[in-house]
């Protein structure tokens, strides 16, 4: 079976300044990686993914994560945060064979301030 | 294209009664999911469709859940006797290759 830790709740920055949101999985199995991000009063959008390859993967608005197999991690980071980031952010997991239901970590809810 | 879409977007019942879900998967996607979104909660796997096959159902929280799907088309997430814990936002996946895309969800109070 396969978990998700997101250790932040709630990260506050604010507006221009660096973040990164932290998620540690656990799984016995080869994994795809996943964030997912919903704005407020908004469906579950996917963020970015890691699938196979580059261990570094972006998105088209800044963001980026990296697969460290070593660590079980797959932080994400943005060096400079707009007030439209703010948002819940989810870490998700699956396995790369099967079903691949996707197993998600609690969320943590980004609040960036002017 | 149209995204998935999922009907009502808000429901609110009385305690015990049924009520039922539906989803509208993107066209050609044969994999279909259901997920439950509790408050201040993260996501819990429900049920997984995967065209013909039999569904795989072990995320169901009790037997008053149950979930259809004809083929690769429209499913359906009955509540039957709903309970207080029941109230959640219910959301529905449809997956290509690897990537699962979500519906708007369905926001369920049972008062």
């Known amino acids: 079976a396969q978990s998700v830790t997101q250790l932040d709740s709630q990260v506050p920055v604010f507006e221009e300044a660096p973040v990164e949101l932290r998620c540690n999985y656990s799984?016995?199995?080869?994994?795809?990686l996943f964030w997912y991000v919903q704005y407020p009063n908004q469906g579950l959008q996917l963020l970015l993914k890691y699938l196979s390859g580059s261990t570094l993967v972006e998105s088209i608005n800044g963001f980026e994560a990296e697969f460290n197999k070593s660590q079980t991690s797959f932080h994400l980071r943005k060096p400079s945060v707009h007030i439209s980031d703010t948002a819940e952010y989810f870490c998700?997991?699956?396995?790369?064979?099967?079903?691949?239901?996707?197993?998600f970590g609690t969320g943590t809810r980004l609040l960036v301030s002017p | 294209g149209a995204g998935v879409s999922q009907s009502p977007s808000n429901k609110v019942t009385e305690k015990g009664k049924d009520v039922e879900l539906r989803c509208d998967p993107i066209?050609?996607?044969?994999?279909l999911y259901w997920y439950r979104q509790r408050l201040g909660q993260g996501l819990e796997f429900l049920i997984y469709f995967q065209g013909n096959s039999a569904p795989d159902k072990s995320g169901l929280p009790s037997d008053r859940f149950s979930a259809e799907r004809t083929g690769e088309s429209v499913s359906t997430l009955t509540i039957q006797r709903t309970q207080q814990e029941d109230s959640a936002v219910y959301l529905c996946?449809?997956?290509?290759?690897?990537?699962?895309?979500f519906g708007p969800g369905t926001r369920l109070t049972v008062t």
């Open positions: 066209s050609g996607h044969t994999a």
């Open positions: 996946a449809s997956k290509n290759r690897a990537e699962q895309y």
């Open positions: 998700a997991v699956s396995t790369n064979t099967g079903f691949q239901k996707l197993v």
């Open positions: 799984s016995s199995v080869s994994v795809y």
